[in-house]
């Protein structure tokens, strides 16, 4: 018995460290939560063999695996540009609502944009108006004021000088006047334009009209229609009839279609009159 | 080793060679592809925590797949495939992430 004893005693002692030992040993594995040895050494054992080649069949299938799934990976990647035949009914209805709404947006903007352009347009047109008015009343009021040269039927009117007394400024307003009655548009008389602040007078050394000289035979020119100005010159007891009476002067009226009328009047600067704004 | 030069052959393969791909898988691919990655990374822990076993890897890697892919198709059948979708894609995610981690604790120790 007590060899027996003796014997086992110091047995369990050792195989009690030993499991110590190997428990610590377990212990600083520095593993997962369970150490993993023992399963390894046994398949080892069992595969012994054919050992690499099962390692070889492993690594294949990771190898296979693995460039599965890069494939798919680099496939997918280029899919980006899918279909829409993979969307669902609900992605597809709310793309169409998108899609319409932005259509709807950009109808309005479009409908802005052309309000805006017939605007434009108008604005436009309205310039133009304005000023096709403006180059009008430009050439009317230039041909009134004297500022344009101006072209057209009327007469041509010779006076000489009177034999019998000089013709004196009275009776020159007067045919002035009789011609404006009849209608005349222009009127020069020589080198004068006649506008409305001519005046005419009388001096020692014959007629002035607006500041120049007048040489007879007094050459008047009138645009306007032809028949009325000669008839209100050359009518009985009219200014025609006066002055070859009263004054001995030969009243030459000659009808044309083209009278030129070159002389142009300054304008004059106001110094006083204002344009009521 | 293997995993790596895999991935970089298939790659080369998917850059050069493109195929249709059938519409009826068109929308399974990239839960697939996610799936897969999952089940890549799972390898890559258990690599790292020595307890790495080709048969497991496989069976995880086509059972990841498949799960992935006929939940969401379940899903489609159903009609809350894009939900389903979603729910699949959040839970592979937080695998990777947790998957990541812990191979990230391996490689710094500590």
Redesign the interface.
Known sequence: MAPHRKSTRPDVLSRMHDQHAQDRKNDRVETGSFPVVGRKPRRNRSLDSNRSRARLITNIFVLVLCALLGYGYVIQINNTRSTYETMSEEELTRLISETSNQVQLLEERRNELEDQLTSLQEAANTQEEAQRIARQNEETSGILSGRLPAVGKGVVIQISQGRIATVDAATMFSLIEELRNAGAEVIAINDVRVVTRTYISDTDEGLVCDGTPLQTPYVVKAIGDPQNLQNAVSIAGGIGSRLEVRYGATVDVTTSDSVEIDEIAESPQYTYARTVQ | ???????????V???FV??D?P?FM??Y??I??VA??D??LG?ARAYF???FS?KV??IS?FSNVITATLLVLLG?QLGV??QLQTAVIVVLGIRIFSNVSAIRRFIF?G
């Not at chain 2, 080793?1 to 790659?11: D, E, K, P, R, T």
């Open positions: 080793m293997a995993a790596v030069l895999g991935l970089i052959i298939g790659v393969i998917g850059i493109q195929p791909i519409v068109q929308p691919l990239p697939m592809v897969a990655l089940a890549l390898a925590q020595r307890s080709d890897f496989v890697f489609n495939g894009s120790r």
